[in-house]
């Protein structure tokens, strides 16, 4: 069983009842700059959020499903697929005064499959930059939390690819 939101919900299974494995997701962040320990606190709340993917930084020789990287525009992303992609961590919105966990986080979120949310209040993470300056909840709630768990928990439907501009 899985906690979400004060509530017991079934963990995903495999068709033989099984509980299914995390999809592993590796992310190379060696070129976000400043905001590496942001990205990596970022991918540590989607893993304890969720059970389904599991994100972990790339190891050499590997090819990383999610590149990471520093801009001075706006926090940004491209998905390729569903866990795949590019996020930008975007110094316009650091030096506007955003999170640069909470930017990290919904990044990530839209890698996961998640759209924005707006407006929306901090208590959504997908709320991005509507929550204003002072939001610096990072963790997903509930409704985002189990999309993610749908998207990763069972059959992976190919998703078309998406550029999220926050």
Known sequence: MLWTGGQAVAAPQEADGRPLAARVLTY??????????AVARGAAIWNESVSSVDLVPVQAGQRANIRVVADDGWPRAQTTSLGNGTVWMGRQAVNEGYNTIRIAAHELGHILGLPDIKPGPCSSLMSGSTAGVSCTNPYPNSSERS???????????????ATYLD
Do not use: K
Not at 28 to 37: H, I, M, N, R, Y
Not at 147 to 161: D, K, M
């Open 28 to 37: 190379d962040a060696s070129g976000s700059a400043e905001f590496a320990a």
């Open 147 to 161: 999309r993610v768990e749908s998207a990763f928990g069972g059959a992976l439907a190919a998703r078309a690819p």
